[in-house]
C-alpha cells in the first residue's frame, strides 16, 4: 500500500497546471497593448487626448477601416487571404462617383451598385480560388490588378468629382447625437457580421472550413462554397468602405483604398490575441483597428513625424502574426 502511495506522488499532477503566462498573454495581450497606449498618450498629451471629442475621432477615424477589416476577417477565418481589398475599395468609390456623375444615379442607387460590383469581384477570386485551385494571394494579387486597369477605364486616370457633392457629404460629415454617421455604420455592420459569423449555420460553416477543411469537406459542408461567399462578403465590405470613402471630399481617385491593405491585415492579426487562442473574430478584429487609430491618433497629437505611423502599423502587424500564430500552435497542442 506504502509502495503504491508512493509511486503515484511521483507522477506530475497535470489536472492542475501553473498559471500560464503565455496563454494569458496570448488572449488579453492586445488589450493589455491598447490599455498601455491609451495610459501613454494621456500622459504625453493630456490636455488633448483623453477627452470625449478625441474619443469619438479616434472612432470615426476607425470606422471605415474597421468595415473593411472585418470584411477581410471572413476570409481569413476561413484559412484564405484576399489582397485585393484595397484595389476594390477604390473601384467602388471611383464607381460611385461615375454613377452619380455620369448615370445620374442617386447615392441609395450608387451604394446598391457599387455593394453588387463588390459581390462580383468577390465571387470571381472565389471562383478562381476554388475551381481553378489557384492559390488565394496569386488570385486576389491578379484580380486586383484587373481592378487597377478597369478603374483607369472609368476614370481615365484623373479624379472623379461630384458637382453639388453636399448631401453626398453629409453621409461622413452627418452626425447623430454628436456622433458621426460612419461611426453607427460600423457598429451595423460589426453587429450583422458577429450574428452571422457567430450565430448561423453559414458562419460555424466557415468556421469548420477553416480549422480543417478535410474534416468540413467529410462532414458534408460545401467547402468551396462556403470560401466563395467569404470572398464575396470580403469585397461588398470593401466596396462599402470605398463608398464612404468617396463621400469624405465628395470625389474618388485611384488609389483612394490602397492604404486600407496593411491596415486591415494588422487588425485582423492583432485582434486574433484578444480573448482567443489566435482565432480571427469580429470582436478582436475591432480592437485591432481601434489600436491602430489610437497609435496614429497619439503619434499626431504628441507631434512624431510621419515615419512612425509606418513603424507602429509594421511591429503591430509582426506582432499580431507572431502571437496570433504562436497561440494557435499551443492551443492545436
Not at 509511486?7 to 498601455?36: E, I, K, Q
Not at 507602429?312 to 502571437?323: A, D, T
Request: glycine share 12%; hydrophobic share 55%.
Amino acid at each position: 500500500m506504502s509502495a503504491t502511495t508512493t509511486v503515484t506522488s511521483d507522477v506530475p499532477d497535470n489536472d492542475s497546471p501553473g498559471f500560464d503566462y503565455f496563454d494569458w498573454f496570448g488572449r488579453y495581450g492586445a488589450l493589455v497593448v491598447l490599455a498601455l497606449l491609451v495610459t501613454v498618450a494621456s500622459a504625453a498629451a493630456p490636455e488633448t487626448f483623453p477627452t470625449l471629442d478625441n474619443a469619438i475621432n479616434v472612432l470615426n477615424q476607425s470606422a471605415l477601416a474597421a468595415i473593411i477589416a472585418m470584411g477581410l476577417t471572413f476570409v481569413l477565418v476561413t484559412g484564405e487571404f484576399d489582397l485585393g481589398i484595397g484595389n476594390a475599395a477604390s473601384l467602388a468609390g471611383v464607381a460611385a462617383c461615375a454613377l452619380m456623375v455620369d448615370a445620374g444615379f442617386g447615392i441609395v442607387a450608387a451604394l446598391l451598385s457599387v455593394l453588387v460590383l463588390g459581390a462580383a469581384i468577390g465571387i470571381v477570386n472565389g471562383f478562381i480560388v476554388t475551381f481553378m485551385n489557384v492559390s488565394a494571394l496569386v488570385a486576389t494579387l491578379g484580380t486586383g490588378t484587373v481592378v487597377i486597369g478597369v478603374n483607369y477605364v472609368i476614370s481615365d486616370g484623373t479624379p472623379v468629382a461630384l458637382q453639388d457633392p453636399d448631401t453626398f457629404l453629409d453621409i461622413t460629415f452627418g452626425r447623430l447625437f454628436g456622433v458621426p454617421y460612419p461611426v453607427y455604420v460600423m457598429v451595423l455592420v460589426a453587429a450583422v457580421l458577429w450574428w452571422l459569423l457567430n450565430r448561423t449555420v453559414l458562419g460555424q460553416a466557415m468556421q469548420a472550413v477553416g480549422g480543417n477543411r478535410v474534416a468540413a469537406e467529410l462532414s458534408g459542408i460545401r467547402v468551396d462554397r462556403v470560401r466563395i461567399i467569404a470572398f464575396a462578403v470580403c469585397s461588398m465590405c470593401a466596396g462599402l468602405t470605398g463608398f464612404l470613402l468617396a463621400s469624405r471630399t465628395g470625389s474618388a481617385t485611384l488609389a483612394a483604398g490602397d492604404p486600407y491593405l496593411l491596415s486591415s491585415f494588422a487588425a485582423a492579426f492583432f485582434g486574433s490575441a484578444v480573448l482567443r487562442d489566435g482565432q480571427f473574430h469580429i470582436v478582436g478584429t475591432l480592437v485591432g483597428v481601434i489600436t491602430v487609430s489610437v497609435g496614429f491618433n497619439a503619434i499626431a497629437l504628441i507631434g512624431l513625424a510621419t515615419y512612425s505611423q509606418y513603424l507602429f502599423q509594421g511591429i503591430l502587424l509582426i506582432v499580431g502574426v507572431g502571437v496570433g500564430s504562436l497561440a494557435r500552435l499551443r492551443a492545436a497542442a
